[in-house]
T-cell receptor, first 113, second 115 residues
């Protein structure tokens, strides 16, 4: 199993540009989520999904859109990038049985200039 | 907001036990204590979790006080590769469809293992 994969690893955007961060998992997990991590901070939840076709907002959803058309994929879209969205983005998935541990991807480092 | 309080940093000598404390005085009866760690720039990694009994796995031990208001993660023989930020998180241990199943991260404890 590849686990949770994220692309790209690094991205530089100009203010106002849009882009999609890709996340995929091959563990057949129903639950997936997106976090952002700013320097010296813990992770903050952006959006999450409990299954295909179902998404909900986390702590910091503004400026981001998500969709979940398949169990495997959970892309995160930045609609109009702002410097405040410069961060490291982590995708995670979780199984439906104990211990409900979350598996995290390697992260995407995004810089908005 | 995170429901836990952890010291911002700790040092440990290589080969010695690392004991990382966590306070969770408002923990509910159906909430478990989870520990994750994040090695520099990588995604967080699950370590262990427990409800009220002490737990042990190949990575660590978890000691939860009888009143469940605090816990300690123990790395029995710390190595340099254990240098990381350790997060203590409380959450319900169910596959809830709602936000109760989300992990809410605080700032964690930065553990530095020194030779």
């Amino acid at each position: 199993n590849a686990g949770v994969t994220q692309t790209p690893k690094f991205q530089v955007l100009k203010t106002g540009q849009s882009m999609t961060l890709q996340c995929a998992q091959d563990m057949n997990h129903e639950y997936m989520s997106w976090y952002r991590q700013d320097p010296g901070m813990g992770l903050r939840l952006i959006h999450y999904s409990v299954g295909a076709g179902i998404t909900d907002q986390g702590e910091v959803p503004n400026g981001y859109n998500v969709s979940r058309s398949t169990t495997e994929d959970f892309p995160l879209r930045l609609l109009s990038a702002a410097p405040s969205q410069t961060s490291v983005y982590f995708c995670a998935s979780r199984g439906a049985s104990a211990p409900y541990e979350q598996y995290f991807g390697p992260g995407t480092r995004l810089t908005v200039t | 907001d995170a429901k836990t309080t952890q010291p911002p940093s700790m040092d440990c000598a290589e080969g010695r036990a690392a004991n990382l404390p966590c306070n969770h005085s408002t923990i509910s009866g159906n909430e478990y204590v989870y520990w994750y760690r994040q090695i520099h720039s990588q995604g967080p990694q699950y370590i262990i979790h427990g409800l009220k009994n002490n737990e042990t796995n190949e990575m660590a031990s978890l000691i939860i006080t009888e009143d469940r208001k605090s816990s300690t993660l123990i790395l029995p023989h710390a190595t340099l590769r254990d240098t990381a930020v350790y997060y203590c998180i409380v959450r319900v241990d169910q596959n809830y469809g709602g936000s109760q199943g989300n992990l809410i991260f605080g700032k964690g404890t930065k553990l530095s293992v020194k030779p």
